[in-house]
């Protein structure tokens, strides 16, 4: 049964609802002007969230999906911190004054190939454009294999208060097959040398449904994760587009397992860190129980962003570097991907925006039930209605995904309230897409 059932929502092919609408429905319609616009909206006294894609990295992972360049030397990075920094301007020159910042997310790429005293003159110039809270959550991404004490000293001169360290997998076997070889000692002795200097939120990234991965070798990771006591861990599932991504063709496709193995790897990954004392928050995301994450979720204010799950109350996001997201008042802009659209952008005196996405009523009320589904796994689809003046019934009675659902028996409905049944939760995104009005039907 449970087979049949992913066959049948071909819940791999699915969007994962990090943002609504998904990037495929953003269009060149939303420009440079449109984010100027946009910014000059944002109201003076919200804070809002930073996001910097750094885009570098020093070498090339097989499955990796997002925008970055391999560079052995360090020029290309100090000449896109100049126009990081130009951006920054030109961003600041926009927005009210001070603008105030809670949050603050360096991805990537690798952030930390950025020297440590580059890194420090970054944040020491991005607080004089910016009211950064005292308290602001500074969070960069980490490869353990390129990590040294002086970034770690770097790291936490600059504020830094949360580290990110990819994993992926702690099996050599998977690591070989995936070009991203790392030793346990390599991401520990990280760790050790990050808490020492005060860097004490420590995130954990995994992945399953990676070539000649196992439910046992998954286990494995699980468990020695475990033993580093990250505060959380996200354990994401690959996601196979070599269409898309010309690296991920060097992926050997026949030891890529299929729905169901991925189905059983995220399952045991899941107990094994539940066993060990973690809380699961939403589909992908484990924390202890005294971490922000958990603790949001507990108090019903989990929210969903483009990294994924975020105790971030914000509802601004400005995003810096080829290929950030933004989400603003109006609604989402992306850079330019490539690095040298990027740069050209910024060197002419514009905003790196390339495409985005005007929000409507509507779009509002489906990403607010969306939202509440990823994270809580319920949603109250009247109450979210009402307090955006919908009627519900447009919501509950149209299109036959979500009747199909329920007579499915993976989704309870009672008076507009639908609750994931348990048992079917790594279904959640195929209970969202019954509200996303823009999928196509099937995707696979």
């Not at 994962?16 to 998904?22: E, F």
């Not at 910014?39 to 070498?59: E, K, T």
């Not at 990823?374 to 979210?384: G, K």
């Not at 447009?394 to 008076?415: C, K, N, P, T």
Request: hydrophobic share 40%; glycine share 6%; with cysteine.
């Amino acid at each position: 049964m449970r087979t049949s059932i992913l066959e049948k929502y071909c819940d791999a092919c699915l969007p994962w609802y990090t943002i609504y609408p998904t990037v495929a429905q953003f269009s060149t319609v939303v420009g440079a002007e449109a984010s100027e616009k946009w910014l000059q909206r944002l109201p003076v006294n919200d804070s809002v969230s930073l996001y910097f894609h750094i885009p570098f990295c020093r070498s090339i992972c097989w499955y990796c999906g997002f925008a970055r360049s391999i560079t052995r030397r360090d020029s290309p990075i100090l000449e896109f911190l100049a126009d990081l920094r130009k951006e920054i301007d030109l961003v600041a020159a926009q927005v009210p004054q001070p603008l105030p910042v809670s949050d603050v997310h360096f991805g990537g790429g690798t952030p930390t190939l950025i020297e440590a005293a580059e890194f420090r003159r970054l944040m020491e110039f991005l607080r004089r454009r910016f009211a950064l809270s005292k308290t602001a959550a500074i969070a960069v991404e980490i490869d353990p294999r390129t990590f040294t004490l002086a970034t770690s000293e770097g790291l936490a001169a600059a504020g830094v208060n949360r580290a990110s360290l990819g994993v992926q997998s702690f099996d050599p076997i998977v690591q070989k097959a995936i070009n991203r070889v790392q030793s346990e000692a390599q991401t520990e002795r990280a760790v050790e040398t990050l808490r020492q200097h005060g860097i004490i939120r420590i995130n954990f990234d995994l992945i399953y449904g990676l070539p000649n991965q196992t439910v046992q070798s998954c286990v494995q990771t699980a468990t020695t994760a475990v033993a580093m006591r990250p505060d959380r861990l996200a354990v994401f599932g690959y996601a196979h587009v070599p269409s898309f991504k010309k690296n991920q063709r060097l992926i050997d496709e026949a030891a890529l397992p299929d729905s169901p193995a991925r189905a059983e790897q995220a399952a045991a990954m899941a107990n094994t860190l539940i066993a060990a004392g973690y809380r699961q928050i939403g589909l992908d995301h484990f924390a202890l129980p005294d971490d922000e994450l958990a603790l949001a979720q507990k108090a019903g204010r989990l929210r969903r962003n483009s990294l994924g799950y975020s105790a971030d109350t914000c509802n601004k996001v400005i995003g810096f570097g080829p290929s950030a997201i933004g989400r603003l008042g109006d609604g989402y802009v992306q850079n330019e991907v490539t690095a040298g659209s990027y740069s050209g952008q910024i060197k002419a005196g514009r905003l790196a925006t390339s495409k985005g996405y005007c929000l409507s009523l509507e779009d509002r009320v489906r990403a607010a039930i969306i939202e509440r589904l990823m994270c809580d796994f319920e949603v109250d689809v009247p109450a979210i209605c009402v307090t955006h003046g919908f009627d519900p019934a447009s919501f509950l009675g149209s299109g036959e995904r979500l009747a199909m659902l329920a007579e499915d028996g993976i989704v309870q409905m009672e008076r507009g309230f639908i609750r994931v049944r348990p048992e079917h939760r790594f279904l959640t995104r195929a209970v969202a897409a019954a509200f996303d009005a823009y999928l196509g039907t099937p995707l696979c």
